[in-house]
């Protein structure tokens, strides 16, 4: 079974990605042919620095070392390294709709908070997901619940294609965790945590230090009661729990039971020193892997290779379906 999922080199990552993402990339290694992109190129679609954007990719690429890939288990790379992708888009966008990607909440999120320009490369962003996915006949893409708009737009981009051309592509799915697909806002818990526009005290960073951690927890919206319990009505102790239950493994009822009788103080404390002790590890194992930027650029540039080999030949596969390139269009 392939495995694919991309991740964007924007700011630092938070506690959202971690538990929504990142540990469902570690975990891919085992059950199948994992490859995962840094995706820089969908990092130019709004108001960007060129060279944070090569500094950010590296930060990224040493985080998810850092959280558990190892490259000798999985296909690991940059995507601007890998053209086919950008060449992949073009062709996936004749069988996309229009109407489709007018209809995306991060399009219509992400577009009305831009300031300057709102360019063409944010509209057709998920065409290029698409061919991120396609390229490798992925059968399962790892994502939070925010993608799920996305993992449907590229589940039609591939049936149509196959229907106008052939069948080319593998019609992926979707994996979103049972616990932590969607980890809200600490401070306005009705929010996704998020990079852009979340407040600084109510978004976790993976790199935060165990005192900021604390703060940050001791600090989160509760709900007026005092019941540790899940409840419509309850997203900030609902929140909580949920971050508790992902990162300790323990189940959400039982959690529930075993503070029963303690106040909310008490469960914030508890939670904010199981976010500690689950990434600690990350923070210790990064320093040393961040300092080493050429060693960074040699895994990126073998995954590259590796990923490329891949992605030629669909892509190859595509274009004599669509039509491009002489009959027999060989590498
Ligand atoms: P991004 O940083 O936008 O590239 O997101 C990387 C991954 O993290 C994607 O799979 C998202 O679905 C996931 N993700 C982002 N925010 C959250 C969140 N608040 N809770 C759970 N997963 C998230
Ligand atoms: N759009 C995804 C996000 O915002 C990032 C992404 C790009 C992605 N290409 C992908 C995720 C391919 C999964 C598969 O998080």
Not at 15 to 44: K, M, P, S
Not at 138 to 161: K, N, S, W, Y
Not at 174 to 186: E, S
Request: net charge negative.
């Amino acid at each position: 079974m392939r495995i694919f999922s991309g991740i964007q080199p924007t700011g630092s990552k938070h506690l959202g990605n971690y538990i929504g993402a990142i540990v469902q990339y570690v975990a891919g290694q085992e059950r199948g042919e994992g490859i995962y992109c840094i995706v820089d190129l969908h990092a130019t679609t709004v108001a960007y620095e060129p060279a944070e954007l090569r500094v950010d990719s590296y930060d990224l690429a040493a985080l998810l070392l850092a959280a558990g890939l190892d490259p000798k288990r999985c296909t690991f790379f940059r995507q601007s390294d890998v053209p086919e992708h950008a060449e992949l888009a073009w062709m996936l966008a004749s069988v996309t709709a229009y109407g489709d990607l007018q209809r995306m909440h991060q399009f219509k999120d992400k577009s009305a908070r831009q300031r300057e320009l709102v360019s063409a490369g944010l509209f057709t962003y998920p065409v290029l997901m698409a061919a991120d996915v396609l390229a490798y006949r992925t059968d399962e893409v790892p994502v939070g619940d925010d993608q799920r708009q996305h993992i449907e737009l590229m589940r039609d981009v591939a049936e149509r294609f196959n229907g106008r051309f052939g069948e080319v592509f593998v019609v992926p799915e979707g994996r979103y965790p049972q616990v932590g697909a969607r980890i809200m806002d600490l401070q306005e818990p009705d929010r996704k945590m998020s990079t852009t526009g979340g407040s600084e005290a109510g978004v976790v960073h993976v790199l935060d230090t165990p005192n900021e951690i604390l703060k940050k927890f001791r600090s989160a919206v509760t709900d007026s009661g005092s019941d540790v319990r899940r409840a419509t009505d309850k997203p900030g102790i609902s929140n909580l729990i949920e971050i508790l239950a992902a990162t300790s493994g323990t189940p959400m009822e039982e959690i529930e039971q075993q503070f029963v009788d303690s106040g909310y103080g008490a469960f914030k404390t508890a939670v904010a020193e199981a976010v500690i002790d689950y990434l600690a590890p990350v923070r210790e194992r990064y320093g040393e892997l961040r300092r080493d930027e050429p060693g960074l650029e040699l895994v990126l540039a073998e995954g590259a290779e590796k990923a490329r080999a891949i992605a030629a030949e669909t892509v190859a596969d595509a274009r004599r379906a669509m039509g491009l390139g002489p009959v027999r269009a060989h590498r």
